[in-house]
Nanobody
Framework: QVQLVESGGGLVQPGGSLRLSCTVS????????MNWYRQAPGKERELVAR???????DYADSVKGRFTISRDNAKNTVYLQMNSLKPEDTSVYYC???????????????WGQGTQVTVSS
């Protein structure tokens, strides 16, 4: 059983910063991609940032220059450093990981439980 445990959400004032963490545990052969999504009330879930196995990163236009995704392979953990936060960043943030359980297994995706980020004065 693979589990994703997120932490780091909370309430922050506009212009502030937060760092989200997501640790993956369980039987994993290889992690191919680690992603952060978010979903605001009444809106579709959207990709915020991704980091793939060669450490290439990609960001949604709305967060470029403000958010940074990184990973610690030894800890199977992905981070999302969020700076210059805006009220429109308020959402539930979800960790999403694409991995294989063995060399011959097909890639599988799992989601974290979500962590609330609220940006408000």
């Amino acid at each position: 059983q693979v589990q994703l445990v997120e932490s780091g959400g909370g309430l922050v004032q506009p212009g502030g910063s937060l760092r989200l963490s997501c640790t993956v545990s369980g039987s994993i052969f290889r992690i191919h991609a680690m992603n952060w999504y978010r979903q605001a009330p009444g809106k579709e879930r959207e990709l915020v940032a991704r980091i793939i196995s060669d450490d290439t990163t990609d960001y949604a236009d709305s967060v470029k220059g403000r958010f940074t995704i990184s990973r610690d392979n030894a800890k199977n953990t992905v981070y999302l450093q969020m700076n210059s936060l805006k009220p429109e960043d308020t959402s539930v943030y979800y960790c999403h990981v694409l991995y294989r359980r063995s060399y011959f297994a097909t890639p599988t995706a799992s989601w974290g439980q979500g962590t609330q980020v609220t940006v408000s004065s």
